[in-house]
Every structure is written in structure tokens, then in C-alpha cells.
């Protein structure tokens, strides 16, 4: 079992590094498990949208979104590569929220 002190550090050591896809996943999951440890979930919180997807993950739990998103993405690597590597390089643009 990870310890509080151990997620976080290693939350600090990730934050440090550059916004890589990989790092960003890894950070995401050590958000939740962060907020876990805490005892309070991470929801989803979508700016003000009217779309779908906005009203079908608002306030839902946070790793069971990152769950079907990442086999969306699985399935989207293989059934439009363009969409997933466009997709991929925006994540990549984003900036790390600390």
C-alpha cells in the first residue's frame, strides 16, 4: 500500500518533468489515489457546457471516467490513428496544473 508521503513526493518528482502524455497519466492517477488517501473522491468538474459529454461526466467519479475514456482512446488508436494522434498532441500542449 503507497503511503500519503510516498504519492506525494512522487507527485512533486512528476510535476517537475515535462508534460509528456505518459507523465500526465501517471500524475492523473496519482491525483485520485492521492484524493483517495484523503478520503475524499475526485469528481469531475466540467466548465459551463451544454454538451453531452459535459452532462454525462459532471460530478461523476473521476476514475471511473479515466477508465472508459482510456478504452476510447484504445479503440480510436486503432479505428481512426489521425483523430488519437491529433487528440494526443493537444493533451501534450497542455499545461500541468499544479
Known amino acids: 500500500m503507497l503511503s500519503r508521503d510516498e504519492v506525494e513526493a512522487t507527485i512533486l518528482e512528476l510535476e517537475g518533468k515535462d508534460t509528456s502524455f505518459a507523465v500526465c497519466e501517471k500524475l492523473a492517477w496519482l491525483y485520485i489515489i492521492r484524493n ?32 472508459i475514456l482510456s478504452e476510447l482512446m484504445e479503440t480510436l488508436k486503432v479505428m481512426n490513428p489521425r483523430a488519437y494522434k491529433e487528440t494526443i498532441l493537444r493533451l501534450d500542449r497542455l499545461q500541468s496544473v499544479k
Do not use: Y
Open 36 to 67: 483517495e488517501l484523503r478520503g475524499t473522491p475526485a469528481l469531475i468538474q466540467c466548465r459551463d457546457s451544454n454538451s453531452d459529454f459535459a452532462r454525462a461526466v459532471k460530478g461523476k467519479d473521476a476514475k471511473e471516467v479515466w477508465d
